[in-house]
C-alpha cells in the first residue's frame, strides 16, 4: 500500500467555522507533511511532523492548528480561516524527515478548501 | 530566499517528440532532488530522483541529469504522449536533519497528438 488518504476532498467552510482535514497512510513513514497549494503555484511547505512530534513549523499562522495523533494519522484544524486561505492543502508522507540524503515524499490528492 | 525554479512555466510538443524540461537552483547545498509530476486534480506523483554524487540516472522513458556546477537539473521524457500532460515540478533537499523538500515554480507540458 503506498497511498496517501486525504479527506474530505473538498471542503466549503465560513470564515467563522471550525473544520478538519485528515490524513492517513500505512506505509509505516514516520514523518509527514502539510503543504498548501494556490493555483498554478508550487507546493508550500508548511508544518512537519517526525515521530509524532512538529519538527518544521513555517511561521504558519495560529488558526492553522497540525495534529498527529499517532505515527499514520496527521489532521489539520482549521479555525476562522480567511478567504485568501482558498487553497489545495496536501498531505504527504516520507520514510523519515532529511535522514542522510533527503526522502521522497508520497503524496495524497489534497483538499480543495473553499472559504467563503 | 533561495529555492528551486524552472526556466518555462510551458511546453507545447506533438506526439513522440522527446521533451526537456530544465530547472535552475540556486543553493549549493542541495544535494537530492525530485521531479514531480501533477495531472489536474492530483497530488505531486514521484517520477524520478537523483543524488548529488550522480549526473545522470534513467527510469522508464524519463532522465535526470545534474550539472553541479552551473547548478540545473533537467528532465527528459522519450516519445511523449499525451498522458505525460501536466505540471512538473522539480524539488530539493539538502542532507541535514530536520529539513524539508522544497519545490520549483513548475512547467506546464501540453502533448498534442
Known amino acids: 500500500d503506498t497511498e496517501v488518504t486525504q479527506t474530505p476532498k473538498h471542503l466549503v467552510m465560513g470564515m467563522t467555522n471550525k473544520k478538519s482535514l485528515k490524513c492517513e497512510q500505512h506505509m509505516g513513514h514516520r514523518a509527514m507533511y502539510w503543504y498548501k497549494q494556490k493555483a498554478k503555484k508550487p507546493p508550500e511547505l508548511m508544518f512537519v511532523?517526525?515521530?509524532?512530534?512538529?519538527?518544521i513549523n513555517e511561521s504558519v499562522p495560529s488558526r492553522f492548528s497540525p495534529e498527529c495523533p499517532n505515527s499514520s494519522l496527521l489532521n489539520l484544524h482549521l479555525h476562522a480561516l480567511q478567504p485568501e486561505d482558498s487553497a489545495l492543502y496536501l498531505c504527504a508522507s516520507s520514510q523519515d524527515l532529511g535522514a542522510g540524503f533527503g526522502e521522497k515524499l508520497f503524496f495524497g490528492s489534497g483538499t480543495q478548501l473553499s472559504v467563503l | 530566499g533561495e529555492s528551486v525554479g524552472l526556466h518555462l512555466p510551458t511546453l507545447s510538443v506533438q506526439e513522440g517528440d522527446n521533451s526537456i524540461i530544465n530547472c535552475a537552483y540556486s543553493?549549493?547545498?542541495?544535494?537530492?532532488f525530485i521531479w514531480y509530476k501533477q495531472e489536474s486534480g492530483k497530488g505531486p506523483q514521484f517520477i524520478i530522483d537523483?543524488?548529488?554524487?550522480?549526473d545522470k540516472r534513467q527510469g522508464q522513458r524519463v532522465t535526470v541529469l545534474l550539472n553541479k556546477t552551473v547548478k540545473h537539473l533537467s528532465l527528459q521524457i522519450a516519445a511523449t504522449q499525451p498522458g505525460d500532460s501536466a505540471v512538473y515540478f522539480c524539488a530539493e533537499n539538502r542532507a541535514q536533519a530536520g529539513t524539508a523538500l522544497i519545490f520549483g515554480k513548475g512547467t506546464t507540458l501540453s502533448v498534442s497528438s
Open positions: 511532523y517526525s515521530y509524532e512530534k512538529l519538527s
Open positions: 543553493n549549493s547545498a542541495s544535494d537530492y
Open positions: 537523483i543524488r548529488s554524487n550522480m
